[in-house]
């Protein structure tokens, strides 16, 4: 792994302020595509996320992914000479993400107008579970509770048992990518626009997923329907759902659209099935979902995982094998895409983690740094950017601000 960032965002730094998932993952995703991302963490303590499961021993497995490509610097932010440095840091950088709860920072003398101050060309991006406003802002706010409060949990489970919540973070993740795609949009308004200027972005976590909603909105909007917890695409088309091969093996199917119905069965040998009124379009096999799923179900069962794959890839009918972690580490597809790569770890030997995603054709993203152990970069951050002296960084140190 070369030290050195490259990629489309290079010669960017950020400053990220956050702990756990949703916020530092986005800065994790600009890190991938070659920003300078400057973790700032509390000295002794660090991100929570460092005490996170799983673990390897001692070892947090969890954190060379989540925080690769990153430095480390611990700051004490209640102390007047911590804030004076992160002032100082944040004259030097193009982007502060941050999610504390709203005023924290404004309460150090660090919010978006203080800094703004020092730079106004920043940018702040600002995460918490319900936004920065509204009668929910001062709240408590993480992903399993936020994803509940989207609308998305009443969706999922079966009618005769509790909804239920995503089995990881969801929801964190997916707020990781607007963190992402909001600073690469304000960076691009501050550097091509003739008047381009910092901001700040308000990004609830809630949002995120509620922003996915749309059919929700419209179905109860125009058809005053409240739609209930189904497994599965409910409702959208027939046959859909999750089948039993021969082998014991599940996979899903979906036929979307009634050209593909037709594929599906004429590789099933049931061409009746499309001149019979109560299966040839899909609204009426929607009025007999159970009943077309039942045909399909039998059918599945007559062939092992291999011979069905082979046979609907022919027919072009979309399906897939529900996957273990195990099942994608031997896939031959995910090896050639470089979906997990492997990288030396000071202490693990190798870890393997997610590549990176998405492919650019002329400037890829790239893994040039393990997560950083706390405190790694403090000294050289303090000395190669803010110039300050052995004698000033080791007072420092006895104060316990860094």
């Given at each position: ?63 060379p ?54 730079n ?49 973070s ?99 040998g049931?061409?009746?099935?499309l ?47 529900i ?48 997560a ?9 951050i ?21």
């Amino acid at each position: 792994m070369s030290m050195k960032s490259k990629g489309p965002l290079a010669g960017i730094r950020i400053l990220d302020l956050s702990t756990m998932i949703a916020a530092p993952y986005g800065a994790t995703l600009l890190g991938d595509f070659g920003a300078e991302v400057i973790k700032v963490e509390m000295p002794g303590k660090g991100d929570s996320l460092r005490q996170m499961g799983p673990f390897h021993g001692e070892e947090p497995l969890r954190w060379p992914g989540l925080a690769r490509n990153k430095k480390s610097i611990t700051l004490d932010l209640h102390t007047e000479e911590g804030q004076q440095i992160l002032k100082e840091l944040a004259m030097k950088s193009d982007v502060v993400i941050e999610n504390f709860r709203p005023n924290t920072l404004e309460k150090w003398n660090l919010g978006y107008e203080q800094l703004k101050k020092a730079n106004p060309e920043l940018i702040m991006i600002r995460v918490t579970g319900y936004g920065q406003t509204g009668p929910n802002s001062s709240k408590a706010g993480f992903g399993t509770p936020a994803t509940a409060y989207s609308g998305f949990t009443y969706l999922h489970g079966y009618p005769d048992r509790p909804p239920i919540s995503p089995s990881f973070s969801l929801l964190d993740y997916i707020t990781g990518i607007y963190v992402a795609f909001a600073t690469s949009t304000a960076l691009f308004y501050r550097d091509s626009h003739e008047n381009g200027t910092g901001q700040y972005v308000d990004i609830g976590l809630y949002e995120a997923m509620f922003r996915m909603m749309e059919f929700l909105i419209a179905d109860y909007d125009q058809n005053g329907i409240v739609k209930e917890r189904s497994p599965g695409l409910s409702g959208h088309s027939s046959p859909a759902g999750t089948f039993q091969t021969k082998d014991g093996h599940w996979v899903v199917l979906v036929t979307s659209s009634d050209r593909t119905f037709n594929r599906l069965a004429k590789a099933m040998g049931r061409e009746d099935m499309l001149e019979d009124e109560r299966y040839y379009t899909n609204s009426e096999r929607l009025k007999r979902f159970e009943e077309t799923n039942g045909i399909v179900a039998d059918w599945v069962k007559t062939m092992t995982r291999k011979e069905l794959q082979g046979l609907l890839d022919e027919y072009g009918v979309p399906v897939s094998p529900i996957q273990s972690i195990e099942d994608i580490f031997n896939d031959e597809h995910v090896k050639e895409r470089e979906n997990i790569i492997e990288v030396a770890h000071p202490r693990l030997g190798k870890v393997k983690m997610p590549g990176i995603v998405p492919k650019f054709s002329e400037t890829p993203g790239s893994v040039y740094r393990i997560a950083p152990d706390l405190g790694e970069h403090t000294e050289e951050i303090l000395k190669g950017i803010l110039e300050l002296d052995e004698i000033r960084v080791q007072e420092l140190k006895e104060k316990k601000v860094i």
